[in-house]
């Protein structure tokens, strides 16, 4: 995990309102959430991390991380096929996109459990489902099987990323997209 270069400032611990949980929840456990969380709670803040799917998002699971260790896998065996034409015998690499999508999955939960590591060590709590809004300071998190938890803070940092939206082109039967690959 790159250590922030910035260090948060060690600000003085401001009391927590009776009525809230959290002086921040960041909503997005991807690349810019999971700093800012880090970042919070290197200050002092009482800071809450919710997640609706993997911590480290798309840049560990199907973005920069990901590419990186398949990108590897292709430099590993292009390079073991030309040792072969010079006579080296490399012989173990008889792989295909099986055994690099097992490669890509060991990296990014490798990834993932360091950032857990990295959460706990900074006493930020993490907490897994989907969160809406009630108010200003609440908000509901609702995990995968239907259960319901509320939370309240005094500020809020919502980094979930985005999307691209696909549109329908008539008369073509597929398109991909890199989340659909992986």
């Known amino acids: 995990m790159l250590d922030m270069a910035i260090k948060a400032p060690r600000l003085p611990r401001t009391k927590l309102s009776p009525t809230m949980d959290y002086h921040l929840i960041v909503i997005g456990g991807g690349a810019a959430g ?6 919070a709670a290197r200050a002092g803040i009482k800071t809450l991390l919710v997640e609706k799917d993997q911590l480290g998002g798309t840049s560990y699971h199907r973005g920069c991380y ?8 292709a430099l590993a065996t292009k390079t073991a096929e030309r040792s072969e034409r010079s006579g080296i015998g490399i012989e173990f690499f008889n792989t295909g996109w099986a055994d690099w999508s097992l490669v890509r999955h060991r ?3 490798r990834l993932t459990a360091q950032l857990s590591r990295e959460l706990a060590e900074a006493g930020i709590g993490v907490e897994y489902g989907a969160a809406s809004f009630f108010d200003n300071h609440q908000i509901q998190i609702s995990d995968a099987g239907g259960k319901q938890k509320t939370f309240t803070a005094e500020n809020f940092i919502i980094a979930i990323g985005s999307m691209v939206r696909r549109r329908r082109i008539q008369n073509f039967a597929r398109t991909w997209s ?5």
């Open 107 to 109: 990296v990014t939960s």
């Open 66 to 73: 990901a590419m990186r260790a398949l990108q590897a896998c």
């Open 34 to 39: 999971k700093d800012a969380a880090l970042f």
């Open 178 to 182: 890199k989340t659909a690959r992986l």
